[in-house]
């Protein structure tokens, strides 16, 4: 009965290390907006960040989601993915929510040649995180971000 099942294939989304250093307060507020059209490295992202103490405020899959979750929740900083459903990328959206409202982005992706590192530059990345990443680089590099922004416990 076996035989006739199709061959699945493993597909690396994301590694995990062990937890050590990335559950729990870090001395960091922050209220974070997660852009990634990959429903199950979004889901991984969104439980890593919550349990290093941090609010993740909405996981948005293409650009226009995440302009308009951007401008209506206001989030301290944003991860975002370059790849994203529909025609608008996410440089695009980083420029847009930096010129609008003012949000720094993190870039969490495969794609960081120089030209889209370029193209990224007017909205003042926080960082880049090459994919794949250990979950544990995605916290620390967020808790980077909210540092490199002046966010702490004590702020709102």
């Known amino acids: 009965i076996l035989q006739f099942l199709p061959a699945l294939r493993p597909r690396l989304v994301f590694s995990r290390d062990d937890d050590s250093g990335t559950s729990?307060?870090?001395g960091l507020s922050g209220r974070?907006?997660?852009?990634?059209?990959?429903?199950?490295?979004?889901?991984?992202?969104?439980?890593?960040?919550?349990a290093a103490g941090l609010e993740v405020i909405g996981v948005a899959t293409s650009a226009k989601e995440a302009i308009s979750l951007a401008t209506a929740e206001r989030?301290?900083?944003?991860?975002?993915?370059?790849?994203?459903?529909?025609?608008?990328?996410?440089?695009?959206?980083?420029?847009?929510?930096?010129?609008?409202c003012g949000i720094r982005?993190?870039?969490?992706?495969a794609h960081h040649d120089p030209e889209t590192r370029r193209r990224a530059a007017q909205c003042l990345p926080l960082g880049w995180l090459a994919k794949p990443y250990m979950m544990s680089a995605l916290v620390e590099a967020v808790q980077a971000g909210l540092r490199e922004l002046g966010r702490s416990s004590d702020e709102s």
């Open 32 to 50: 974070i907006l997660i852009v990634e059209d990959d429903y199950l490295a979004s889901g991984e992202m969104e439980a890593e960040l919550t």
């Open 75 to 100: 989030p301290h900083l944003v991860v975002m993915d370059i790849r994203l459903e529909g025609s608008v990328d996410g440089v695009e959206a980083a420029i847009e929510i930096f010129n609008s």
């Open 24 to 26: 729990g307060s870090s």
């Open 105 to 109: 982005s993190l870039f969490a992706s």
